[in-house]
Nanobody, 120 residues
Framework: EVQLQASGGGLVQTGESLSLSCAAS????????IGWFRQAPGKGREAVSC????????YYADSVKGRFTISGDDAKNTVYLQMNNLQPEDTAVYFC?????????????WGQGTLVTVSS
């Protein structure tokens, strides 16, 4: 069973930094990606960033390019999202997501959300 454990949210002021962690377990296939989505109050869920664990390809939403960095630690099966220069519009619940190719298609898995609040 795939499990994702997200952590690292909190309350910061504008311009400060936070790092989110997503510890993955139970993934038995090599072709998968782990990333972060976020959902702000009253808005839909949007993709923030993801990283392919098979080839290291990364994706960033335009709104976070240059401020957020995603990375992975194979030994710990953990993906990190370093968020710098946080802005009030980054306030949201951040969800860890894994997309796993089991050879027959892609399956989605979600971790619990972690709240990031950026005060102005």
């Amino acid at each position: 069973e795939v499990q994702l454990q997200a952590s690292g949210g909190g309350l910061v002021q504008t311009g400060e930094s936070l790092s989110l962690s997503c510890a993955a377990s139970g993934i038995t296939f090599d072709d998968y990606a782990i990333g972060w989505f976020r959902q702000a109050p009253g808005k839909g869920r949007e993709a923030v960033s993801c990283i392919s664990r098979s080839d290291g390809t990364t994706y960033y939403a335009d709104s976070v390019k240059g401020r957020f960095t995603i990375s992975g630690d194979d030994a710990k099966n953990t993906v990190y999202l370093q968020m710098n220069n946080l802005q009030p519009e980054d306030t949201a619940v951040y969800f860890c997501n894994a997309e796993v190719n089991d050879g027959q298609g892609w399956d989605d898995y979600w971790g619990q959300g972690t709240l990031v609040t950026v005060s102005s």
